[in-house]
């Protein structure tokens, strides 16, 4: 059998069986898929603004506040709802907020070095914080003072800082 007389009949080139425009929409939903990937782990690396206080002003807390959050680590304290280490932490917090709002500086996070000054707040603020540092950071069994401080006796010194601020 000869195929002669079919190959007459196809002169022509037959159209390419591949075309590239599916090619190119695979490509660009995927280029998307990537762009849109990368902004939103920029956007979940950013600071948020209510983390970092930007845009918030809250209204400032009153003394009669502040010795209520005292009086509350001391309640939680006396319940042993939490540690002797944690109360002597959230002590420090409490004064270091109050100062904040006191100096409108943000000392939050001060080290004593930093906490200098004539001022008598910030005297008073480094003292407060200087006497917490041992119960709050120090291992009893090998520091004395830091075993003998109490909770109570610390909560006492946060408030004296809250009472004599402006004295």
């Known amino acids: ?10 002169t022509q080139v037959p159209d390419p069986q591949f075309s590239g425009t599916p090619l190119l929409i695979a490509l660009g939903i995927l280029l998307l898929i990537t762009v849109a990937g990368i902004a939103a782990a920029l956007i979940s690396w950013m600071p948020r603004a209510e983390k970092a206080g930007i ?3 809250k209204a400032p807390e ?14 939680a304290w006396d319940a042993r709802r939490i540690s002797k280490q944690d109360a002597f932490r959230e002590l420090a917090a409490i004064a270091r907020q109050f100062a904040s709002q006191r100096l409108d ?29 041992p119960p709050e950071f120090a291992y009893e069994a090998t ?9 109570i006796e610390a909560c006492g010194w946060v408030n004296a800082l809250i009472e004599r601020w402006d004295a």
Do not use: C, P
């Not at 506040?65 to 509350?72: A, I, T």
């Not at 070095?113 to 005297?123: P, R, S, T």
């Open 55 to 57: 845009g918030q002003k």
């Open 105 to 133: 500086q943000d000392v939050t996070t001060h080290t004593l070095a930093e906490l200098n000054g004539n001022a008598n707040g910030i005297q008073l603020l480094r003292t407060t914080i200087e006497a917490l540092y």
């Open 1 to 10: 059998m000869t195929f002669t007389h079919l190959s007459a009949t196809f």
């Open 143 to 151: 520091h004395a003072r830091s075993a003998e401080v109490t909770v």
């Open 62 to 75: 009153t003394d009669a506040s502040f010795k209520q959050r005292v009086h509350e680590v001391e309640q």
